[in-house]
């Protein structure tokens, strides 16, 4: 079983639609890490966080560490959000990153 | 923002010969970088973790004499891989950590797609 798992593995959307992408762990983590993959592979670190939300435009994270449980949301999707989402969380301790499988996004217009 | 390189982007090899993939943080020394393996539809795995002047260390079941890992300075470490087979096509990544107190963000480089021939 992953020590991160993800929900859900695909997740197709109307252009607009609020989209929420759920992570939960069972490392103890000192912070978790929300990445974007785009079809061309590259990585794009969106947030890291040990506790409470954060915001950066249309993206929203949240994180309840008593339940081990984290989410994505984007506001307002659109075409240019479709990518593979991931959330990451060090081994407990250390710092190499344990992934979650993804979460495949596709907007649609 | 902390930016890390990697270079190349794709590389196409005969089975047999090795490729070298270099990974640069362009605005921060990183005494630590990681090395990831994906393969399609999969998600990250850590490799090994390259630490500045010392021995990289590396992740179960990977062959540290097949994947050359070389952190001489602060802001470079390469992955060699020797004597490619087509088994080994993937994609790397690295990414880095900027210093900082406490647990500082990682930044990635943009990722190598290997296909070995």
């Known amino acids: 079983k992953n020590e991160v798992e993800q929900s859900p593995q695909n997740l197709t959307a109307q252009e607009g639609e609020f989209i929420t992408i759920n992570c939960s762990y069972s490392v103890g983590i000192s912070a978790l890490h929300w990445l974007q993959q785009h079809p061309g592979g590259g990585i794009v670190s969106l947030f890291m966080?040990?506790?409470g939300k954060k915001k950066h435009g249309r993206l929203i994270a949240t994180i309840n560490i008593q339940e081990k449980h984290s989410s994505l949301h984007i506001t307002a999707s659109h075409p240019r959000d479709s990518a593979v989402y991931i959330c990451a969380a060090p081994m407990e301790y250390g710092n190499k990153l344990v992934f979650g499988a993804g979460t495949i996004l596709r907007v649609k217009s | 923002g902390a930016v890390v390189s990697q270079h190349p982007s794709w590389v196409i090899c005969k089975s047999g010969t090795s490729v070298k993939i270099e990974c640069r943080s362009l605005?921060?020394?990183?005494?630590?970088m990681f090395w990831y393996r994906q393969f399609p539809k999969q998600s990250l795995m850590l490799m090994a973790t390259s630490n500045e002047g010392s021995k990289a260390t590396y992740e179960q079941g990977v062959e540290k004499d097949k994947f050359l890992i070389n952190h001489a300075s602060l802001t470079l470490s390469t992955l060699t891989v020797t004597s490619a087979h087509p088994e080994d096509s993937s994609f790397y990544i690295c990414?880095?950590?900027?210093?900082?107190?406490?647990?500082?963000?990682?930044?990635f480089g943009n990722g190598t797609r290997l296909t070995v021939t």
């Open positions: 966080l040990s506790s």
């Open positions: 605005d921060f020394q990183a005494t630590t």
């Open positions: 990414s880095a950590r900027a210093p900082g107190q406490g647990y500082s963000p990682l930044h």
